[in-house]
């Protein structure tokens, strides 16, 4: 049997003038838009407006109170794409900050010193409280420190142990949601002027669960052969909502069932995702993905991927404001309980084994080719580790690791003919590998 490595020739897409927007991708969009222009009209229409983070967040504990949820990350990711990181992170760096702070961190000081304009071009008020819930990344605290110099409101934190042993324990259960009682409710009563009403929060953690079921269903759709979906490029559309400001709301609701529907639809008719290529119905690699994409050169990195038939069928990223595929859903019955659960169960916010484990599932479960580590500069919560863990993941597999470098939102990090280079390299070894079971 020959072992050449076989001539590549780069898989066909289906080409598509314009890249063609479902219906749930425009109900999105219209979500967006709309949540920033209350944010916009916040002073007037006196909402009280909560800045906080992804990873961990209470977005539907937020809106119990009828506060309005900012998140950073979110501002700087976005900004990012709109080619708006660079000239913000310069300000910040301008101001004193180091080259290896965190570019989300700079890019949102920078975006603050330019008048605090939100990627849709509304202006962003100032918060009335920083909730900040450490899951996973020291640097938060520190940024919050900084926005708590320059705007002077209330910061309350909600310190979140890390799953050391790999599970949760009642006594950090009960540790967080003391702090929850003690510390986070109260300073949101003082703020807003209203009760805690559990009933309203019950209510939004029902409607959490019932979008989280989706939302799963969406993940897994991957295991079918075509995937009808990309679970890192496209994936990071799908959570846009339910990692941000809509957990808890109709909004979300519709939004994931309408986007079920959307997936299991592309299913019967066996097609692949839509891509910055079209259509990849052809899917030569299926890959897991660790780590954040880059944001700046978003599509030029999807393409790279596209144009060779790789779709990515899990990724870690995507998981990053909740671990719901492996079996969490809010629970309704026990309010506070459910939200310390969910802090603990974020992705950052599990130790090296857990995460080579939920790696070595999703690469067995959807039948992957290969896996592929993006280690991302400026975000230690992420990097720190990952070539341990491409090894371990190597071994207890067999399935080829690959491994490239960029970072979040700092353009002067992203080498575009690098990376090309090192995946076109990493293709080549998986057609190998190929070639030699066939």
């Known amino acids: 049997m020959s072992t050449a ?8 897409a289906q080409k598509s003038p314009a890249l063609q927007k479902d219906a749930s991708q425009e109900r999105q969009k219209q979500m967006i838009a709309r949540h920033f222009e209350k944010l916009a009209n916040a002073p007037e229409s006196r909402d009280k407006v909560c800045y906080t983070f992804v990873p961990g967040n209470l977005t539907e504990l937020i809106g119990s109170f009828d506060m309005l949820p900012v998140l950073p990350e979110i501002n700087a990711l976005q900004s990012g794409m709109r080619q708006r990181s660079g000239g913000y992170i310069a300000e910040a760096e301008k101001a004193g900050h180091s080259e290896d702070v965190c570019t989300y961190v700079k890019c949102d000081l920078g975006m603050m010193k330019s008048g605090n304009i939100s990627p849709t071009g509304t202006r962003l008020p100032k918060p009335d409280l920083l909730l900040l819930s450490y899951t996973g990344c020291f640097t938060f605290l520190k940024w919050f420190e900084i926005l708590r110099e320059e705007y002077g409101c209330p910061v309350v934190m909600l310190h979140v142990p890390y799953q050391e042993g790999g599970h949760i324990t009642p006594e950090m259960r009960r540790y967080v949601v003391d702090q929850l009682e003690r510390e986070v409710i109260p300073a949101m009563e003082k703020i807003t002027g209203k009760r805690f009403d559990e009933e309203k929060l019950r209510e939004n953690l029902r409607l959490s669960a ?3 079921d989706d939302l799963v269903a969406v993940w ?3 295991k079918h052969k075509p995937s009808p979906i990309d679970g890192y490029f ?6 846009g909502p339910i990692f941000s400001s809509f957990r808890g709301t109709q909004d979300a609701v519709d939004y994931y069932r309408e986007l079920r529907a959307e997936t299991e639809a592309r299913i019967r008719r066996g097609e692949g995702p839509m891509t910055p290529d079209g259509v990849v ?6 890959l897991v993905v660790e780590g954040p994409p880059n944001w700046t050169s978003f599509n030029d990195f999807w393409h790279m991927f596209s144009r060779e038939g790789a779709v990515v069928v899990a990724s870690t990223y995507t998981r990053v404001g909740g671990l719901y595929d492996t079996g969490f859903r809010h629970d309704h019955q026990h309010p506070l309980e459910t939200l310390a659960d969910y802090c603990m169960g974020c992705y950052t916010n599990l130790n090296l084994p857990g995460r080579v484990s939920l790696l070595e599932k999703y690469v067995k479960d959807y039948e992957a080719d290969g896996f592929l580590i993006n280690s991302v500069k400026s975000c230690n919560s992420f990097s720190a580790g990952q070539l341990l863990m491409l090894r371990q993941l190597e071994q207890r597999t067999g399935v080829p690791g690959g491994f490239i470098e960029s970072d979040l939102v700092d353009p002067r990090y992203f080498s575009r003919s690098n990376i090309d280079n090192r995946l076109q390299s990493y293709f080549q070894m998986l057609d190998a590998r190929k070639s030699r079971t066939a």
């Open 5 to 12: 490595i076989p001539i590549r020739t780069r898989a066909p």
């Open 210 to 212: 019932q979008a989280e």
């Open 220 to 222: 897994e759709s991957a």
């Open 234 to 239: 496209g994936g990071v559309y799908y959570i």
């Open 281 to 286: 119905s052809e899917q030569r690699y299926r």
